[in-house]
């Protein structure tokens, strides 16, 4: 049976996944702005992640915005800027990604260099203009022993035309290369989601994606309860495998609030 209140009800807070959960490639999902502003007006605080590692936390709180989410920077946690918060200051940088990751290690007054030599820290996150010397670059700097730190490990990204290759395969050909394994600060990995605890009031939380393999396996190595929602990446049919299983199913967020059974 569902709590009175909804199944948000119990909890005091919420951790939302957000691409599959708050929007879907550029379109906020039907009933998420609202059930954001809901969740606020009963008091259950909220937070915001994401493994996509491209846009500033100020961003994605600006497009949530823009979609009718309230939403403000200090909720929003990216794997960009977590793993920006996993390096102690000073450190030289050498960066495989896009602008997101650039400006966290930026803000955290992390310096970044081009020179594999002078690296202390190899930083991977997905990188649509990837080539075969930025790869060079890092393999050099991982086998001269640099510490090797990546914002998240998704194998693809669900582009609307199909699977693109995620900063996952960019993770698995630096560690074919090297014999390396990254620490990753994204989901299914606790860092981000600790971070994202770290906002949050004390009390039980609940986290709120579409992915089994990084929502439902990251909440649940945590020992925080879960909800799946069917608006993402999982199937009905996908539910009945092997692996971590959500606390709740839910057809989409705003089961969140919803009375009755869930
Ligand atoms: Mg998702």
Redesign the pocket.
Known sequence: MTPRGGVAAGYAGVVL?????VYRHDRALDGAADTVAELGRRGVGVAFVTNNATRTPCEVADRLRAMGVPADPPQVLTSASVAAEMIHVPARCLVIGERGVRAALDERGLDVVEDAASADVVVVAWDRRLTWDKLRRATLALAAGARFVATNSDPVYPSPEGPWPGNGATLAALTAATGRQPEVAGKPRAPLLTAAAERLPDGPLLMV???LA??VAGATALGWDCALVLT??TSPSELDGAGPRPTYVLDDVTGLLAEGPA
């Open positions: 996944d957000l691409d599959g959960v994606g579409d992915s990084t929502d993402g990446v």
